[in-house]
T-cell receptor, first 111, second 111 residues
Framework: NAGVTQTPKFQVLKTGQSMTLQCAQDMNHEYMSWYRQDPGMGLRLIHY???????DQGEVPNGYNVSRSTTEDFPLRLLSAAPSQTSVYFC??????????FGPGTRLTVT | GEDVEQSLFLSVREGDSSVINCTYT??????LYWYKQEPGAGLQLLTYIFSNMDMKQDQRLTVLLNKKDKHLSLRIADTQTGDSAIYFCAETPGGYNKLIFGAGTRLAVHP
């Protein structure tokens, strides 16, 4: 039982590049979400999903896309990276209710 | 508006009690949560309190809620070095899928 896994751990992008942050969980959780954490701030919700095929926007969705084709996976796509997207990204899951298990995070730098 | 405020830093001696405070703004939050983040790791859900409760105790953790003042606190009894971490409170004005986090309180435990 690996919990919530995220890849990569670190990534450097140039402005305008696109990439996908991967997130997977093996707990059969319906609820998954993506947050970003910036220095001196709390986590902010980007997108979330309440089950396969269902996604919705959070507080800061602009510049990000998600899809949920399976219960296990919830990838986050950056369409055209900008320096403002430099952050630490966390994926989380729960069987219901608030995020319970968080992944170890992806540290993204956009130059 | 939605805003959660916490003091940034707290230092306590090992064995003493720690009290971490949080104020929130949205009285419609049904649940209020406390998360712990250890260095280099994702958040873990510590405990929560339902908005119609004043107090909740869970082993060494006590959560107090003052709805009139919109004030939430987390007390850790017999604080240990393993409790050193950043503690985040979160409110749920948009339902438990959409948490609003504070910036976090860094707890340092010294001998």
């Amino acid at each position: 039982n690996a919990g919530v896994t995220q890849t990569p751990k670190f990534q450097v992008l140039k402005t305008g590049q696109s990439m996908t942050l991967q997130c997977a969980q093996d707990m059969n959780h319906e609820y998954m979400s993506w947050y970003r954490q910036d220095p001196g701030m709390g986590l902010r919700l980007i997108h979330y999903s309440v089950g396969a095929g269902i996604t919705d926007q959070g507080e800061v969705p602009n510049g990000y896309n998600v899809s949920r084709s399976t219960t296990e996976d919830f990838p986050l796509r950056l369409l055209s990276a900008a320096p403002s997207q430099t952050s630490v990204y966390f994926c989380a899951s729960s069987s219901s209710g608030p995020p319970e298990y968080f992944g170890p995070g992806t540290r993204l730098t956009v130059t | 508006g939605e805003d959660v405020e916490q003091s940034l830093f707290l230092s306590v001696r090992e064995g003493d009690s720690s009290v971490i405070n949080c104020t929130y703004t949205d009285s419609s939050s049904t649940y209020l949560y406390w998360y712990k983040q250890e260095p280099g790791a994702g958040l873990q859900l510590l405990t929560y309190i339902f908005s119609n409760m004043d107090m909740k105790q869970d082993q060494r953790l006590t959560v107090l809620l003052n709805k009139k003042d919109k004030h939430l606190s987390l007390r850790i009894a017999d604080t240990q070095t393993g409790d050193s971490a950043i503690y985040f409170c979160a409110e749920t004005p948009g339902g438990y899928n959409k948490l609003i986090f504070g910036a976090g309180t860094r707890l340092a435990v010294h001998p």
